[in-house]
């Protein structure tokens, strides 16, 4: 193997620079960097506790035995006034249908101003954003209960997100599936 011939005089690198001096020093902030802001603690948030799985538990089922109540009022009106007249029957029904209502209506007023059904009011837990401010009733109404009773209603995995939302309480945030949608959380009165 030979060597290469020899680069000319000319061709040959420039001898190296002189050492730099330091370089010059850092401003006191990073112009670069994102703006800091400061961030009010809204009042309330720091002693926001978050419910337990019991009490939301109690509260659901509370709940639900108001709604077995008033079903089975509404049956039973409905079943007295079977052989009275066309008319008593309806007017039966119509009061029946009315006190259901009533009943809705009551739970969306108090869902609207205290973020809670009237089996969370007994219990002693209300719903709020996960920043501790009001919830709207618009979020809960399609974000907590449409949003996931749509899920729970597809054909085949229905059940299997029913299973998971209710499940999802064991975790350490204590949070569901609904509440992870609408950007919520349950805590203490």
């Known amino acids: 193997m030979t060597q290469p011939p020899p680069l ?3 061709a040959r690198l420039p001898p190296p620079l002189p050492p730099a001096a330091s370089p010059p020093p850092l401003p006191s902030y990073n ?4 703006p800091l802001a400061q961030v009010e603690q809204q009042p309330g948030q720091a002693d926001l506790e978050l419910a337990d799985r019991g009490s939301r538990l109690g509260a ?13 009022a509404l049956v039973a009106v409905s079943a007295v006034f079977e052989n009275a007249g066309q008319g008593a029957r309806a ?3 119509i009061l029946a249908l009315l006190g259901f209502l009533a009943y809705i209506g009551f739970n969306l007023v108090l869902l609207h101003r205290h973020g809670q059904t009237l089996g969370k009011r007994i219990v002693g837990i209300r719903i709020v954003r996960t920043d501790g401010s009001r919830c709207e009733l618009w979020r809960i109404i399609v974000l907590r209960v449409m949003a996931s009773g749509l899920l729970q209603s597809l054909p085949f995995i229905g059940w299997i997100i029913f299973l998971v939302d209710s499940l999802m309480i064991f975790g350490d945030e204590r949070r569901c599936l609904h509440d992870i949608f609408a950007d919520t959380i349950v805590v203490r009165v």
């Open 8 to 10: 000319p005089e000319t």
């Open 31 to 34: 112009p670069y960097s994102a």
């Open 60 to 72: 659901y089922l509370l709940d639900s035995v108001f709604i077995v109540v008033l079903a089975i």
């Open 91 to 93: 007017a039966g029904v």
